[in-house]
């Protein structure tokens, strides 16, 4: 059975080498999975297509070390063509997450394969509208924000009029009820955000600093996964 079946995004970890304040990425990638991160997304803007395939080989390599590659999905951001040439050289990727901007879902769909997570950035402006209507059938979840600005991506929720738009938790709330589809929620997002966020009922969290920067990524990770838990308790 493939990952895609059994799709959990409560506690999600994007990440790549400009985000680790120069430490190597793999072991932080350990940590979040040790950790009990349930998703975890290989994203740069920086380094090369090789780089990416071989941080992605590493990435599954740290997955199926901690016997989870039946239950922790790897996916890849943006890249349609890492995806493929990863799976090209036998690496076990579970799929991709785009944006709006980024190669349309039906293609990744086609390219990818019916057993593939495709992940989709819900828009920023006129959200919740956009939820309500948008053409599902080819995603597996949405993923939406920010719930503050973050240095991470200065440019994320930013509207048609070029400001950006932060969400509040009961934005947050009506997303979940509206959505017909899994949501996970990101940006900015810190350990004090999270037994808010999970009474919102959306699906899960997403975060790239909260772990990636942090003193004890480990220890951060667990922390985040723990607090999920505990206030997610009808979820478990
Ligand atoms: C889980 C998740 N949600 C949203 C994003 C943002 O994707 P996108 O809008 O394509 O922006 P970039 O990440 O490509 O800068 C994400 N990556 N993951
Ligand atoms: C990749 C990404 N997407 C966002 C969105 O709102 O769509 S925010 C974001 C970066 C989140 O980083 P941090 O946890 O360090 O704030
Ligand atoms: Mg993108």
């Known amino acids: 059975m493939s990952v895609r079946n059994k799709l959990d995004i409560s506690a999600y970890f994007v990440v790549g080498p400009e985000n680790t304040k120069g430490r190597p990425v793999v072991p932080i990638i350990q940590d979040a999975v040790e950790g009990g991160f349930t998703c975890l997304q290989i994203r740069s803007k920086t380094v090369s297509a090789r780089e990416l395939i071989q941080l992605t ?41 785009v944006g709006q901007s980024d190669i349309p879902v039906e293609v990744c769909r086609e390219y990818l394969g019916d057993d593939s997570i495709v992940g989709l950035s819900a828009r920023t402006h006129e959200l ?19 719930l503050h600005e973050t240095k991470t991506k200065p440019d994320c929720g930013l509207n048609l009029d070029g400001k950006v738009i932060t969400r509040s938790f009961d934005d947050i709330a009506k997303l979940a009820k509206l959505s017909p589809i899994p949501v996970v929620v990101g940006g900015g997002v810190k350990l004090a955000d999270i037994p808010q966020l999970a009474e919102t009922g959306v699906d899960g969290f997403f975060v790239v600093s909260a772990v990636s920067e942090a003193d004890n990524p480990k220890l951060e990770a667990a922390k985040l996964v723990d607090t999920w838990k505990s206030h997610t308790p009808l979820k478990r």
């Open 128 to 146: 919740f509208e956009y939820i309500k209507t948008a053409d599902v059938s080819q995603i597996d979840y949405f993923g939406a924000g920010p």
């Open 57 to 97: 080989h590493r990435a599954s390599e740290v997955i199926a070390q901690a016997g989870k590659s039946d239950t922790v999905a790897l996916l890849v951001d943006d890249r349609l063509d890492v995806v493929l040439a990863a799976r090209k050289q036998g690496i076990k990727v579970d799929g991709i997450h």
